[in-house]
């Protein structure tokens, strides 16, 4: 499957730079020769991306359902990933949150490519940077092995899980299916990674400061439920504010 791919990659690529034609003939009787000049031209020309371009074909949902898996877009957008330890820039990638898997478009532009996880340290949108935790046996592990965004990076450090799930859904008496978007946030202290669920749970985890962040919420309009994300952040900032002193 993956010499089909290069090959097709190959074709796409020589065609698109200087003519299918003159390079790659079928009917030459040395295809074999023809290929591996067509593969030594393609390499040398894409060499600095060419791992990336080496995953297996992405298969998109096999169920028709209202809403897309990814993060974000449904297009692919420029981003940069750190992948088999090498740092790629300006690379078109995707985010399957249904699956926890990053997907790249392939160099000629006609495929979907999804990268080994195993392989990926961070990867990053504008704004957005996304890290590999595993999970490991400690008390406070981080539930489950995966993709988290970083969305602070300070002396105690946020993260989120975000998740995406297909439900079923009935709709005048007709079942459809709907995408649904859940966020699961967890605050990083020293090794140890916490479930933020509740405003109570978020004072727990900075319990060393709780009454000065009490306060702290009393002196403006805190409202927690109204947007989660940005209320910890707050939270989370002013703690680090008041461990600084």
Known sequence: MKKLL?????ISFIHFQIGAQNVYKPDSGDNDKALENA?????????ENLGLYSGSLYVGLSVKTKGFPFFKNEKVTVGNILYDDLYYQNVLLLYDIIRDEVIV???SKLNLLKLSGE???????PGHLFIKLTKDTSEYSIPE????????NGITKVYV???KTIQEVNSNGIIINEIEEKNFY??????????????????????EHKKELSRYMKSFDFKYSAN????????????DKLNAK
């Open 145 to 152: 092995t995966g993709f988290y965004e970083l969305l602070n």
């Open 228 to 239: 989660r994300e940005r209320s910890i952040l707050l939270l989370v900032e002013q703690f």
């Open 105 to 107: 478009e392939d160099y």
């Open 186 to 207: 967890y605050i990083n202290i020293g090794n140890g990674y916490f479930p933020v669920k509740s405003k109570a749970s978020l004072l727990n985890v900075l319990k």
């Open 6 to 10: 290069l090959l097709i990659l190959v």
């Open 39 to 47: 593969v030594s031209l393609y390499k040398a020309t894409i060499k």
């Open 119 to 125: 392989k990926i340290s961070q990867f990053s949108f």
């Open 161 to 163: 899980k975000r998740k």
